[in-house]
Nanobody, 130 residues
Framework: QVQLVESGGGSVQAGGSLRLSCAKSGIIAGYYCMGWFRQAPGKEREGVATINNLGDEAYYADSVKGRFTISRDNAENMLYLEMKTLKPEDTAIYYC???????????????????????WGQGTQVTVSS
């Protein structure tokens, strides 16, 4: 049974930094994308950053490009999201997800992945105050 557990969320002031972690347990067969998604109150869940199986190429939403960095450590079954220069509009629940064999770096998986398909964590709250 695959489980994803996020950690590292919290409250920071605008301009601050946070590092999110996602620990994966269980085995997913084959190649698969991993990524971070977020959902703000009253808004749809959106793909923030996704990374391919090897961890050497990534996709970023325009809203976070240049500020967020996704990384993946397959040996340790970990996924990370380094967030810098945080803005109030980054406030959301951040979810770790795994699944999809394609579209990891094109943005396709980020756009189509939804709970019920693949594997999802429970989320961690990030709050950025102005």
């Amino acid at each position: 049974q695959v489980q994803l557990v996020e950690s590292g969320g919290g409250s920071v002031q605008a301009g601050g930094s946070l590092r999110l972690s996602c620990a994966k347990s269980g085995i997913i067969a084959g190649y698969y994308c991993m990524g971070w998604f977020r959902q703000a109150p009253g808004k749809e869940r959106e793909g923030v950053a996704t990374i391919n199986n090897l961890g050497d190429e990534a996709y970023y939403a325009d809203s976070v490009k240049g500020r967020f960095t996704i990384s993946r450590d397959n040996a340790e079954n970990m996924l990370y999201l380094e967030m810098k220069t945080l803005k109030p509009e980054d406030t959301a629940i951040y979810y770790c997800a795994a699944g999809g064999a394609s579209g990891c770096i094109s943005g396709s998986w980020a756009g189509r992945a939804r709970p019920g398909s693949g594997y999802w964590g429970q989320g961690t709250q990030v709050t950025v105050s102005s």
